[in-house]
């Protein structure tokens, strides 16, 4: 999956490559993943008409769609890149390469569910923590850097904070 940016992010340097619009976002199973809670968001330019065509085959050869004659919904699947800004903080104390919290958020939804654990290996400023809180999910993260630990663990106690008002 990309995760495409609307610019540059001055993470990097142009001196020595072209400009990174896009990162890699990769969902590592063992075998076919065990949830998938597709994010139906892409406004469909057919809503309200009738299904017709055909389906390609593994072998190359083509069928019609099962859903001949059924309507087109309003919204579709999302695909697999993701047209989301970077996280802009105005902290000096922030991670350089901090992402949005609605990505964290948007592959929690997709790939667990309630109730199940997340495991973040990189977990720098804890986007990916906070957005378990916010969905019901358990989190494990990882962190060499005692800074980024630090804003992390205060992130966290105020999600948690905020969740149990909201209660």
Same mark, same amino acid.
């Given at each position: 999956? /990309? ?6 992010? !001055? ?11 896009? *990162?890699?976002?990769?969902?590592? @199973?063992?075998?076919?993943?065990? $949830?998938?809670?597709? &994010?139906?968001? =892409?406004?469909?330019?057919? !809503? #309200? ?5 055909? &389906? ?19 919204? #579709?699947? =999302? ?7 970077? *996280?802009?903080?105005?902290?000096? +104390? ?7 919290? $609605?990505?964290?958020?948007?592959? &929690? /939804?997709?790939?667990?569910?309630? #109730?199940? $654990? ?6 720098? @400023? ?6 378990? /809180?916010?969905?019901? +999910?358990?989190?494990?993260?990882? *962190? ?6 630090? /804003? !992390?663990?205060? =992130?966290?106690?105020?999600?948690? !904070?905020?969740?149990?008002? #909201?209660?």
């Amino acid at each position: 999956m /990309i995760w495409a940016k609307p610019g540059f992010t !001055a993470v990097g340097t142009l001196k020595t490559r072209y400009a990174s619009t896009f *990162e890699y976002m990769f969902v590592f @199973s063992k075998g076919c993943p065990k $949830t998938f809670n597709p &994010i139906k968001d =892409r406004k469909n330019k057919h !809503a #309200g008409k009738k299904k017709h065509g055909t &389906i390609r085959q593994k072998d190359g050869s083509v069928k019609p769609v099962s859903s001949i004659g059924k309507m087109y919904e309003e919204y #579709g699947q =999302r695909f697999n890149v993701w047209n989301m800004a970077p *996280e802009q903080s105005q902290s000096q +104390r922030c991670h350089p390469a901090q992402f949005p919290e $609605t990505l964290a958020h948007d592959h &929690i /939804i997709s790939w667990s569910n309630p #109730g199940d $654990t997340v495991l973040d290996p990189f977990m720098g @400023s804890g986007t990916t923590a906070i957005a378990c /809180i916010n969905t019901n +999910r358990n989190y494990i993260g990882f *962190e060499l850097d005692a800074q980024y630990c630090d /804003i !992390a663990n205060e =992130r966290i106690q105020k999600a948690l !904070a905020e969740k149990e008002v #909201g209660e």
